[in-house]
């Protein structure tokens, strides 16, 4: 590759930024849901000395309720609401005795809707059983933990340390930001979350996001210049993805790496080359289905004990075998490997019926070498820089697997010449004292990732097509080469991910010298 170097310093942010002062007290979500007429709200809305057992809310136009036993509720919950519709306005009651000198919200959470639109509102009512409101608030920014994209309609709720009574909530706005309002001086437990179910309660499987102490002490009103980053919380060890390709292997995926493993199919172990992993998580097992009807895999390791059971149709013993490029296209870098993947465990190939045609001359090409690995067949040519266009052709009975042969298939392999592509030299002297993972981005999508041990300043990323290119380090605190999600339990946090914003334009025959380092660090 012609090498033309220059020297590019690039910085990158972490996205933080102070929460804006908001409300969500008595207005609409948009322009044209239903909203409170504020004046004529009985009692008024911020009443003192409240001693009623009925609120009135008249509306703009009519509306009609949206799961109101669900919807609309109390905080703290010390009374079970009964709601009515009259016409343009809403009655809501209650039973229930309120305790003294406390400050309550009545909210309606998407309760209350457009007859005809569906739009709906969010609605704060709130009042004091003694002579004064609560006045303090607490102001907060939630965005993702892997892109840092704020995130929209998540509850943000605090909640009683001792006893997990919730205490308020609001909702986060399309910028990520919400404000708690009319608190009481105290410590609480905060709780960003997204509440699938909408019961306000914080399911095992529901993103969350959290400070990394315990409580927090509002005794002013406040903001939280530090987001809290959401995150989809790990489930008990599972197999989460499971599928068939006939007619010879299984693909699965589980939600915890597969390690030290057993695998059990109808009882008996396998072979380790019986399967392949994909990743760390994911692997094929093959499977010789002729005589079986069902199968059950077993599979034990480190972190999974786990079954699934298969059922297989005659269609499935029956299917054609397959046999396609390993690169979709067939469009091949200088740094792509020839292959082709079939659709079962291939036992032998037959190269007699295999032809190759350059089709630069239409001249065969007869000096190449082959190897398979399970149902993979690979392809080395020892004048690979000359190939433009190969013509492919398997002929029928050319690859023999369990389940039987290929039918005739013919492919055409495009080699790229290495001065399409550009590269990147990336300079990570600032990272050299712990374990990060590059990953390289363009068009919102990571393209390749490295995992990078401690001591490695440099790093060459070559094969990179012509375009834009943006950057994202995960600090790896553990070392797995991966990024690691937070836990709720002991207040751990998601793995830091630092963003570079600044694109960077890669050209066809060009080396470009980068050095990443932190905005907050130059």
């Known amino acids: 590759?012609?090498?033309?170097?220059?020297?590019?310093?690039?910085?990158?942010?972490?996205?933080c930024a102070c929460a804006q002062v908001g409300t969500i007290s008595g207005g609409p979500k948009d322009n044209t849901a239903p909203k409170p007429v504020d004046k004529n709200v009985q009692p008024p809305n911020g009443s003192t000395r409240f001693a009623q057992k009925e609120v009135e809310i008249p509306f703009d136009e009519f509306f009609r309720l949206d799961n109101a036993n669900i919807n609309i509720r109390m905080v703290p919950a010390h009374a079970t609401i009964d709601s009515r519709v009259q016409g343009k306005t809403l009655y809501l009651s209650w039973e229930d005795e309120l305790q003294e000198n406390t400050t309550y919200a009545i909210y309606l959470n998407n309760a209350v809707k457009d007859i005809t639109e569906g739009n709906d509102s969010i609605i704060q009512y709130v009042f004091s059983t003694g002579d004064e409101l609560d006045t303090l608030s607490y102001s907060l920014y939630v965005a993702d933990a892997q892109s840092s994209i704020p995130v929209e309609g998540c509850v943000v709720g605090i909640f009683d340390p001792e006893t997990d009574e919730l205490k308020s909530f609001t909702e986060t706005d399309a910028k990520g930001f919400a404000r708690l309002s009319y608190l009481k001086e105290g410590d609480y437990k905060l709780v960003a979350f997204v509440d699938e179910n909408g019961d306000l309660e914080i399911q095992e499987h529901e993103s969350l996001a959290f400070p990394s102490r315990e409580t927090i002490s509002i005794d002013s009103a406040m903001f939280d210049s530090l987001p809290l980053r959401l995150f989809s919380p790990i489930q008990e060890p599972e197999i989460q993805f499971s599928a068939f390709v006939?007619?010879?292997y299984a693909l699965i995926g589980a939600n915890r790496p597969i390690e030290n493993e057993t695998l059990f199919l109808n009882g008996e172990q396998l072979d380790s080359s019986q399967y392949q992993f994909l990743s760390a998580d994911s692997m094929k097992v093959f499977m010789n289905i002729r005589e079986i009807a069902t199968a059950e895999l077993a599979i034990h390791s480190d972190q999974l004990n786990d079954t699934i059971d298969f059922r297989f149709a005659k269609s499935d013993r029956e299917s054609v075998i397959s046999f396609r490029p390993s690169i979709a296209g067939g469009v091949l870098s200088p740094w792509d490997s020839v292959s082709f993947f079939a659709n079962d465990q291939i036992i032998s190939v037959d190269t007699s019926q295999i032809s190759l045609f350059n089709r630069k001359d239409s001249i065969a090409i007869r000096d190449y070498q082959y190897t398979f690995h399970l149902n993979e067949l690979f392809i080395s040519f020892p004048n690979r820089d000359s190939l433009d266009l190969v013509d492919v052709l398997f002929n029928k009975g050319s690859i023999s697997t369990v389940h039987g042969s290929n039918t005739r298939l013919q492919n055409v392999l495009t080699f790229q010449n290495e001065r399409k592509y550009g590269a990147l030299n990336l300079d990570l002297s600032y990272y050299q004292e712990q374990a990060i993972v590059l990953r390289v981005i363009t068009n919102k999508k990571v393209v390749k990732e490295f995992p990078v041990k401690p001591g490695n300043p440099e790093l060459l990323v070559e094969g990179l097509s012509p375009g834009d290119y943006t950057f994202n380090i995960v600090i790896d605190e553990n070392a797995n080469g991966r990024w690691d999600v937070g836990d709720f339990?002991?207040?751990?946090?998601?793995?830091?991910?630092?963003?570079?914003?600044?694109?960077?334009?890669?050209?066809?025959?060009?080396?470009?010298?980068?050095?990443?380092?932190?905005?907050?660090?130059?």
Do not use: C, H, K
């Not at 012609?2 to 990158?12: D, H, M």
């Not at 066809?508 to 130059?522: Q, R, T």
């Open 1 to 15: 590759m012609v090498s033309y170097r220059y020297l590019i310093f690039i910085t990158g942010f972490l996205l």
């Open 246 to 248: 006939p007619p010879g």
């Open 489 to 522: 339990e002991t207040l751990r946090q998601p793995e830091v991910i630092e963003f570079f914003s600044t694109p960077t334009t890669v050209r066809a025959n060009w080396e470009v010298e980068l050095s990443l380092i932190p905005l907050s660090d130059e």
